[in-house]
């Protein structure tokens, strides 16, 4: 069944009866949410899409191909003006935007996880978090105390701002 069915694809693609063809190329730029492609002896796809469609979108999923990746590139109806990438051999980043736009993050860097939930966030990597980080700054920061002719000095003057600012961590981050 299935070599049948391709038979006929491949048959159709030679007939010109489809309207839709696949290209390869490497990514040569990169800008907002289109890219540039180089298909070696074929002329260059500009302002291939990112998405769907270009437009303004409540909510995507956005993958952002590395330059100089290699992309598979849909071309719709033989307009090589309505290209759009199928697939990446690498990622430079992801994009995901919710609806109402409020919850929108990127991932970017292997190791590293952004998590934003309920408004609040969680960036940590394999071996340490941000808000464990500045709490442990600000605990850090509380506990000094500085030698002096008459002795060690006492805690900070401003220990309850700093106090306060690890209190606010708790708005931001999960």
Do not use: H, W
Not at 82 to 99: D, G, L, P, R
Request: glycine share 8%; charged share 25%.
């Amino acid at each position: 069944m299935f070599d049948e069915l391709f038979i006929q694809a491949v048959k159709g693609i030679i007939n010109k009866e489809m309207n839709a063809t696949i290209t390869i190329g490497t990514v040569t730029s990169v800008n907002s949410n289109v890219c540039d492609v180089d298909r070696n002896n074929l002329p260059e796809l500009v302002d291939v899409r990112l998405n769907a469609v270009q437009d303004e979108l409540e909510s995507s999923l956005t993958i952002v191909p590395k330059i100089g990746s290699y992309v598979l590139c849909g071309i719709i109806e033989g307009k090589e003006e309505e290209a759009f990438v199928i697939s990446t051999s690498e990622i430079e980043k992801i994009i995901i935007q919710f609806k109402g736009g409020d919850e929108k993050f990127e991932f970017s860097q292997a190791g590293l996880s952004v998590v934003l939930k309920s408004g609040k966030f969680d960036i940590k990597n394999e071996q340490e978090d941000l808000k464990g980080i500045i709490s442990d700054l600000i605990d850090t920061i509380n506990q000094l105390t500085v030698t002096t002719g008459t002795g060690p000095s006492g805690t900070p003057i401003n220990a309850p701002a700093f106090v306060q600012i690890k209190q606010r961590l708790a708005n931001l981050f999960n």
